[in-house]
């Protein structure tokens, strides 16, 4: 493994213009040490001539109310158009003055990309190069090249590059190919959208699938849907060089897809989107304010399969259980969230009660919630999520005859994360599991630290995982009949769908590889059996909750009051 090695590559480009997102995927590579060596403009401005009848007679009037609305009207800020090479030259220009600031002149910083100028070949609506071309680009020695312009690439061309040439589609092209990007999961409410990182081949669509990510569709709104998927497909190209980096190979799977190719949308289609987005404001909106999430926790004792319920106060709710047994007792805790407060403290539930008695073990001003427990040489410790606080935090719990308590320890991480999770492994290191909160339902980060103190520092690939349905913790990662077995929260039609399990297959602090291998939902029988997110076990019992939808008038002032505060 060779974390120093260069990485070269080139990008394709249509002209001087490029959309944000473009420019930022670039602006990151180059963050990171990867030289940006050769720029590749099209340099073909010839188009055939059509007279002013021609134009009228063959318009495609079939899709004007998308043209028109795609070119005046919709404008998602991360398809907004800059000027590239001085774009470029002024990020240079900034990281320069920063490296000499710090006394640290790389030379990768110091150079600037070559520019090169090509007229392609066109065949009807694929795009070839000239051999002398060719034969240029392959002079530079790039390992990729990324395809923002160009349009359908065909040809040799293609190996012109150590690892070819490397293409976004903002879709799961075994769903969806063709476009626009994101468009049709939200017109057939299509409850995934994938994001590829392909490297192309001479087939449409069809080319070596690099890198695959899965978000869950937005449905109230096609521009913040759009967004979303261009912003955070960003880092595609940089997570698989990191993977070129640590494995010194890349192994990408040829797509088989057979989906039909989708094409921009006609008229009527046009006129059912505008209805669309008009209904499912309302209706989310509705469903915000009058459609509540309300959670419980069950358990069931080892050798009883009969599932036993918490019963929170009115108005209030149980999640995120956790379980541990000491000498003294099994004590179940708890999120106790109350609607009234708008906010959640830790509670415990202890087996000598039989569970009926709820002990509230925090007051903090700040949401508490996710009470990780574990014990480790004699001590029992609680890391539950405090995003509010900005930090990922360690407490002692504290048995006493009288009220259990938890004691701070040490700060662990500094950062707004959700469900932190810590795993000892084999290796003797400790790995903190975690999502960022604004990307809470699709993204997993990784720290590793050397002593369960810290400090922690960032896995080298992350995020390690970007999946709506298997990303965000969901208890604690246990050994399972010899598997390393983590729960996920799947959260791709809603919050808190189900759990995934997935067998961890090789962790390090460079690789994260896993695969999922069971899903667990909530009994249709029981009154919470909308959803489940968290579920833990020890030798005594295994607990887990679960979610209904309901309204209460607590409930309702409080989504009031989210509302007027996030404004």
Known sequence: MDLNKTI??????????VEQWQLDTIKLLIDNGIELALVIKNGDKSKPYKSFWDKVLHYPYRQILFRIWHRYFFKPEAKQQTNFMEEISRFRSATLEMTREESVISTEVEKSPALMTVIPIIKGISTYFHDDDIAKIKSYDLDFILRFGFDIIRGEVLNSARYGIWSFHHDDERVVRGGPPGFWEFMRKIPKNGVILQQLTDKLDKGLILRRLQFDTTLHSYKFHLNRIYEESEMLPLQVTKELIVNGKLEPVLSQSEAPIQ???????????????????????????????DWNVGYRLKGNNSVNWLKPPKSDYFADPFVITTNNDTYLFFEWFSNKNGKADLAIAKKSENFDVYHKITDFPEHRSYPFVFEYQGVIYCMPEANQTNKVSLYRFVETDGEPSLQWDCDLLDGCYVDATLHHHSDGKWYLFTTPQKQSHTHLLIYVADDLRGPYRPHFNNPVKVDCSVSRMAGVIQNADGKLVRPAQNSTHHYGESITLNNIIQLNEYQYIEETIDEIKPDKNWTYNKGTHTINSDEVMTVFDAKRFTFTWKGFVQQWRQKFNSR
């Not at 070269?8 to 213009?17: H, I, K, S, Y």
């Open 8 to 17: 070269r590559f080139g990008v394709l480009l249509d002209g001087d213009a």
């Open 263 to 293: 094409h921009p949308p006609r008229n009527f289609m046009m006129l059912k989107y505008f209805w669309l987005c008009f209904w499912r404001r309302i209706v989310f909106h509705f469903n915000y304010f009058f459609r509540q999430e």
